[in-house]
T-cell receptor, first 114, second 111 residues
């Protein structure tokens, strides 16, 4: 049982380049999330998908887009990468929203924008 | 004011001691509270959840919630070097899909 799988694990981009971070879960969870983690800032929610077919903005959505491709997959796209987007990105899933259930996190993507 | 505040630490305790980690939150409407452990370079993993005032115990871990004072704490009894990690507090507000995380407290357990 893989849980939440993220690819790639590491990535270096030049300013202005685009890329898509992939996330897939095999736990039949309804809700999926994208967070970024920066030193001293904790985890900040970028976008989430409460259920298949829906997406909503979190705290820091600017510069990102998401796609909930199906129940398993939730991708995060950076259209024009900026150095401020250098961070560790975590995908997470939850069985039925976060209120009474914790998250299961993927292993993270360490992104550097130069 | 940040939604969730934690002392960044590091908090150093000797092996076998009780480690006490604290978290305060700003929104009185918060409903669910979680503690995650994150080892360096790894992803967070859920260790405790609490929803009602009082204490909740799970093995060596005890979560304490006081909604009137807007704080939640985590006690780790008989601390082990393997408990050395960053502990993140997460608080859910009125929107069940939005959790706010504290920046974490780094715990060092010295052998």
């Amino acid at each position: 049982n893989a849980g939440v799988t993220q690819t790639p694990k590491f990535q270096v981009l030049k300013t202005g380049q685009s890329m898509t971070l992939q996330c897939a879960q095999d736990m039949n969870h309804n809700s999926m999330y994208w967070y970024r983690q920066d030193p001293g800032m904790g985890l900040r929610l970028i976008y989430y998908s409460a259920s298949e077919g829906t997406t909503d903005k979190g705290e820091v959505p600017n510069g990102y887009n998401v796609s909930r491709l199906n129940k398993r997959e939730f991708s995060l796209r950076l259209e024009s990468a900026a150095p401020s987007q250098t961070s560790v990105y975590f995908c997470a899933s939850s069985e039925r929203g976060g209120s009474n259930y914790g998250y299961t996190f993927g292993s993270g993507t360490r992104l550097t924008v130069v | 004011q940040k939604e969730v505040e934690q002392n960044s630490g590091p908090l150093s305790v000797p092996e076998g001691a009780i480690a006490s980690l604290n978290c305060t939150y700003s929104d009185r409407g918060s409903q669910s509270f979680f503690w995650y452990r994150q080892y360096s370079g790894k992803s967070p993993e859920l260790i405790m959840s609490i929803y009602s005032n009082g204490d909740k115990e799970d093995g060596r871990f005890t979560a304490q919630l006081n909604k009137a004072s807007q704080y939640v704490s985590l006690l780790i009894r008989d601390s082990q070097p393997s408990d050395s990690a960053t502990y993140l507090c997460a608080v859910n507000q009125y929107n069940f899909n939005k959790f706010y995380f504290g920046s974490g407290t780094k715990l060092n357990v010295k052998p």
